[in-house]
């Protein structure tokens, strides 16, 4: 890109691998392009993988809209384990027996009683800011705090792999806020045992999904013209006291 030119705008999507921070992705990106205004729309934590919503110039000003959109993710829980964190990264607080006999038909009935709208209280590691300050600041102090519930609404939850005796996997439709860390506890107690998160893939965010993404591996080694040239245009925000639209 010339000096002067306008700078790109418009989103790119990314398959961020375990391991890796979303602001690495930033931080990547930005030693291939350069000095370009840009900004991720929901963080994924270093564990997860998956789609990664990336906006570059204009595109910054639509984060909201993204942020607000249904998600899929394909989730491994880990029965018999209970960590402080919600995954396995974290340190084991206590151990439970996996009830004997637990069945396809049962895990299933389970899940369809987790289906539509409901409360739920975000962990300790999470984003979310008590008093200004992200609770997982304060959960690695060994701090917890009150935390209010928050609506969310569950539209689909599929049992994908039923691997016991201490292992299952599934896929969740879900709305925004909903954090599968927790979802994996609930369904643990209802189970009648603890369960932590082992692998999480957020697969798609409202109509985008992760097949369509760029190999966040790869960033690294692209020149900053593949980077925009991969760029796609996205929602649309309203200009000017008219309140007409401009494309991003």
Same mark, same amino acid.
């Given at each position: +890109?010339?000096p002067?030119?306008?700078?790109? &705008? ?7 691998? &375990?391991?890796p ?6 931080r ?6 350069? !000095?370009?205004?840009?900004? $991720?729309?929901? %963080?994924?934590?270093?564990l997860? &993988?998956? *789609?990664?919503?990336?906006? =570059?110039?204009?595109a910054?000003?639509?984060q ?14 880990k *029965? ?6 919600g995954d396995? %990264?974290?340190?084991?607080?206590? #151990?439970?027996p ?7 038909d049962?895990? #299933?009935?389970? =899940?369809?009683?987790f289906?539509?709208?409901r ?11 008590k ?23 569950i539209?689909? *939850?599929?049992?994908?792999? =039923?691997?016991?005796?201490?292992? *299952?996997?599934?896929?969740? $439709?879900?709305? $925004? ?8 506890e ?6 009648g045992?603890?369960?932590? +998160? !082992?692998?999480?893939?957020r697969? &798609?965010?409202?109509p =985008?999904h ?8 790869k ?7 593949e980077?925009?040239s991969?760029?796609?245009q ?5 200009v000017?006291s008219i309140?007409?639209q401009?494309?991003?």
């Amino acid at each position: +890109m010339s000096p002067g030119s306008p700078q790109p &705008s418009g989103i790119l999507l990314v398959d961020k691998p &375990s391991g890796p921070t979303s602001y690495d992705i930033l931080r990547w990106l930005k030693r291939v392009v350069g !000095k370009q205004k840009m900004g $991720h729309c929901g %963080t994924l934590d270093p564990l997860a &993988s998956g *789609l990664l919503i990336v906006l =570059f110039g204009k595109a910054t000003k639509t984060q909201d809209l993204y942020l607000k959109e249904r998600k899929t993710y394909v989730c491994r829980m880990k *029965l018999g384990m209970k960590t402080n964190s919600g995954d396995c %990264t974290g340190e084991i607080i206590e #151990e439970k027996p996996v009830p004997s006999g637990i069945t396809r038909d049962a895990v #299933e009935k389970i =899940f369809f009683g987790f289906l539509g709208k409901r409360e739920q209280i975000p962990p300790m590691f999470s984003a979310v800011k008590k008093d200004g300050v992200p609770l997982y600041k304060l959960a690695r102090k060994g701090m917890t705090v009150e935390r209010k519930p928050r609506a969310i609404e569950i539209f689909s *939850l599929d049992l994908a792999a =039923f691997q016991l005796p201490d292992e *299952l996997e599934f896929r969740v $439709h879900c709305s $925004h806020g909903t954090y599968v860390r927790t979802l994996v506890e609930d369904i643990g107690a209802q189970l009648g045992t603890v369960a932590t +998160m !082992k692998a999480l893939v957020r697969e &798609s965010i409202g109509p =985008f999904h992760v097949r369509e993404a760029l190999s966040g591996l790869k960033i690294k080694d692209m020149t900053p013209n593949e980077v925009f040239s991969a760029l796609r245009q996205g929602k649309t925000v309203s200009v000017g006291s008219i309140g007409g639209q401009e494309p991003i």
